[in-house]
């Protein structure tokens, strides 16, 4: 089911609606990654000298800059970790979007969703977000003690975070919030696995500008697919 739901949005980026929300969404990661750097830039000019004066060694005009490629590879670095809350935010934002252009070829048969008020998008995202920073902030301390499984419990915390967001956001479209929550604990599982799917690509920089969007389209299918299978006779 995963699988089919993965296969199926490679196939429709090509789409005219979908590859518009797609281009959009890498063009605000960009200009959000680009901004935090800049802030960063800015910061080591402001703090850090032109030039320095070391014992036995004299001036040295060239720390800043050393300071100013050190700080972009790693903001290339840190990228893997902005995009986690980056993905998160954009589950208010694009999910709709996404959904319909997936619901459209896939799924015309399915009368129109029940959209979600605006400010409870707003409220769910920066709840989530605040959990999202919240749990990362504590397994960053683990990340110390588990060494080479560091990578592992990272995919694994996040898998099952955005997991959740990405599915209860797509359920509530057309279950409903109790009716989306109700589904995603009889699936906890599939969800957790389609999770990981796109927890692990987000740890890869560039290709993780594309995955929040390629993960809502995701799991509108796989929103769909499960109530289609509750509703199928036993």
Known sequence: MILTAFLKTLGQIGDRAFRRVLLLGIGLSVLLLAA?????????????????????????????????????????????????????????????????????????????????????????????????????????????????????LFWAVNGFLLGREYFQMAAMRRLGRQGARDLRRRHGATIFLAGLLMAVPLSLPLVNLVIPILGAAVFTHLVNRLIDARRAPA
């Open 36 to 152: 935090i750097y800049a802030v960063i830039f800015f910061l080591i000019g402001w703090l850090v000298p032109d030039s320095l004066t070391l014992p036995w060694i004299g001036e040295i005009t060239w720390v800043d800059n050393i300071l100013s490629g050190a700080s972009f590879l790693l903001m290339i670095v840190m990228s893997v970790f902005l995009m986690v809350p980056v993905a998160s935010a954009f589950t208010g934002i694009f999910l709709d979007d996404v959904a319909e252009a997936v619901e459209m070829r896939h799924y015309p048969d399915l009368p129109p969703a029940t959209p979600i008020p605006i400010l409870d998008q707003i409220r769910d995202s920066l709840g989530f977000l605040g959990v999202l920073l919240g749990v990362n902030l504590v397994a960053l301390v683990l990340y110390f003690f588990v060494g080479p499984f560091a990578p592992f």
